[in-house]
């Protein structure tokens, strides 16, 4: 069965601090692709990254940078110098690629709280 | 350029009684999915649809009913609400049919509380 793990339930920085919130997934498909969500107060989902099977780069994009490893079955998610605008809800999701039926379901994790203090 | 929408954005019930929450979407996508989001849960799929009239259950469709006769509508019904389906509920729609790996856009949410 597909899972995603987001064991940080919250973390608290103070402001300029690097911040790591880590996703760890199960799937028996060789090819599958991972997201990143933030969930900011406001409550809409926005879209981050995301990330195919594949491809194992880590990618940067700004502050923001993604560290996929599928050694250990890992997407985890880092902030450099944390800003009180970051201070969200993260969640990290899953979603297996079934060509021929492929529908799309993102399996979620349980979401990463951070509380970025000035 | 409205997007993804979803009415009404906040909604009280009584238990046992029918509710529907739209979602509504403008950019022909075809697949569309209802989500609700409970704390200590993340985001758990309720329903999805693959096209007009092509429906599918997803991890926690008990109680609810959904219908697709249009591609840009996708409501959601809760056919006697209950409290256990106190929730904040997301509608989302994703643009390129059979293919896996894009992402889904998001409605800004519907919050029920059923009393």
């Known amino acids: 069965a597909q899972k995603v793990t987001q064991a940080q339930t919250e973390i608290s920085v103070v402001e300029k601090e690097d911040v790591t919130l880590d996703c760890v997934y199960e799937?028996?498909?060789?090819?599958?692709?991972l997201f990143w969500y933030k969930q900011p107060p406001s409550g809409e989902l926005v879209f981050l990254i995301r990330?195919?099977?594949?491809?194992?780069q880590n990618e940067i994009s700004g502050r923001y940078s993604w560290n996929f490893q599928k050694s250990t079955s890992s997407f985890n998610f880092t902030i450099t110098a944390s800003q009180v605008v970051d201070s969200a809800v993260y969640f990290c999701?899953?979603?297996?690629?079934?060509?021929?039926?492929?529908?799309?379901?993102?399996?979620f994790g349980t979401g990463t709280l951070l509380a970025v203090q000035p | 350029d409205a997007g993804i929408t979803q009415s009404p954005r906040y909604k009280i019930t009584e238990t046992g009684r029918q509710v529907t929450l739209m979602c509504h979407q403008t950019?022909?996508?075809?697949?569309m999915f209802w989500y609700r989001q409970d704390l200590g849960h993340g985001l758990r799929l309720i329903y999805y649809?693959?096209?007009?009239?092509?429906?599918d259950k997803g991890e926690v469709p008990d109680g609810y009913v959904v219908s697709r006769s249009k591609t840009e509508n996708f409501p959601l019904t809760l056919e006697s609400a209950t409290r256990s389906q106190t929730s904040v509920y997301f509608c989302?729609?994703?643009?390129?049919?059979?293919?896996?790996?894009?992402?889904?856009?998001f409605g800004p949410g519907t919050r029920l509380t059923v009393t």
């Open positions: 989302a729609s994703t643009p390129l049919p059979g293919l896996a790996g894009y992402e889904q856009y």
């Open positions: 799937t028996r498909d060789t090819t599958y692709y």
């Open positions: 990330r195919n099977s594949f491809d194992e």
């Open positions: 999701a899953l979603s297996e690629a079934n060509y021929g039926g492929a529908t799309n379901k993102l399996i």
């Open positions: 950019w022909s996508h075809s697949y």
């Open positions: 649809s693959a096209a007009a009239d092509i429906t």
